[in-house]
């Protein structure tokens, strides 16, 4: 047996995002459950962590059993305990949990829960006005917590849902009051995404699509586990040509039918300033719909997955945990270093 002495640390300090979320029915129907997803994140995350990634989550707070955010943490800390431990990883770098937070999410983060995960995650608050919105329009926090939410806290939510989603595409810049030094955020270098709500969610659009969206104007290589279920598997059928030639979940209109909060927001749009840089709906849908076109004439390039086109094909629709691991895996050796796992 051959004992690896030389671990690759290529994808040391990059930030890997991941877009994940359960929906039971969804998942059920295809002979999954929970335990499935989250076997699956442990095992995509862990290596990463090992070589000194950071997993980058946007997940909330709130103690649910089907919340992604607790699971990364006990990993990370898990991971930590282990390395010192002693034995040959020792003295590893082991990753961290990078939290884009947008308003009013970060409400939710209590200064006692920050300090309890503080070696394990790094929380980046995105705010109203980082979002775009203009002073006289900010919704106060009370507003916020109020059981009857107004219609500006949430158009608001809305629109910094989206601009966290962007920033997490872009380096951050955070002065540390009374330090002389600048904390940096790197973009994220890669995306995975799988299962996800494909309706009834808060924001213009589903936030796996604008993730995608967001991954692939950038460059980013993008892993669509779509065998999963959800809005990663819309996204998946869509880009294999799979069903009609512009999907129905990829139009405005079916979403503004299925979502209640899209009609609305699409109303509020011509009452309330949207910044620049969000997009409302139909142009985000069109957007992405123009990235799926390309993408059915090249999915490697257009993704860059690192994998071949049968690869690719085999990623976006597999149900196999250990085979989705392996490809994407092998995928992240290809364009960042990652070790992959033997064949």
Request: a negative charge; one cysteine or more.
């Amino acid at each position: 047996m051959t004992i690896r002495r030389y671990r690759s640390r290529a994808i040391a300090d990059r930030i890997i995002g991941f877009g994940i979320s359960y929906q039971r029915d969804n998942l059920l129907a295809r002979g999954l459950g929970l335990e499935h997803l989250r076997e699956l994140l442990i095992r995509l995350a862990r290596p990463l962590l090992r070589q000194g990634a950071s997993i980058a989550y946007g997940g909330d707070w709130k103690e649910r059993e089907d919340n992604f955010t607790y699971d990364l943490l006990r990993l990370i800390s898990a991971e930590q305990e282990d390395n010192s431990l002693g034995g040959p990883d020792t003295n590893l770098t082991i990753g961290r949990l990078i939290n884009h937070l947008a308003w009013p999410y970060y409400l939710d983060v209590t200064p006692a829960i920050e300090a309890q995960w503080i070696n394990c995650c790094r929380i980046i608050r995105i705010s109203q006005t980082q979002a775009g919105i203009a002073e006289a329009d900010l919704a106060t926090d009370a507003e916020a917590r109020a059981a009857e939410k107004s219609d500006r806290v949430l158009f608001n939510g809305a629109v910094t849902l989206s601009a966290m989603r962007r920033l997490t595409t872009e380096e951050i810049r955070i002065t540390i009051p009374d330090m002389p030094i600048v904390e940096i955020i790197p973009p994220g270098a890669a995306r995975v995404i799988l299962g996800g709500k494909i309706d009834n969610y808060c924001g213009f659009l589903p936030g796996i699509f604008e993730e995608a969206l967001l991954t692939l104007e950038n460059g980013r290589p993008l892993y669509v586990l779509g065998g999963f279920g959800g809005a990663a598997e819309a996204l998946a059928r869509a880009m294999l040509g799979i069903g009609n030639p512009r999907p129905e979940e990829l139009t405005a209109v079916w979403h503004q039918e299925k979502t209640p909060c899209v009609a609305k927001l699409a109303a509020l749009a011509g009452e309330f300033a949207m910044p620049p840089e969000v997009r409302p709906t139909s142009a985000a849908l069109d957007a992405l719909f123009a990235l799926v076109e390309q993408a059915r004439a090249n999915l490697p390039d257009t993704l860059k997955t690192g994998l071949t086109d049968p690869e690719t094909r085999e990623l976006l629709m597999t149900r196999d945990v250990a085979r989705a691991v392996q490809l994407v895996r092998k995928g992240l050796e290809s364009q960042m270093g990652l070790e992959a796992l033997p064949a």
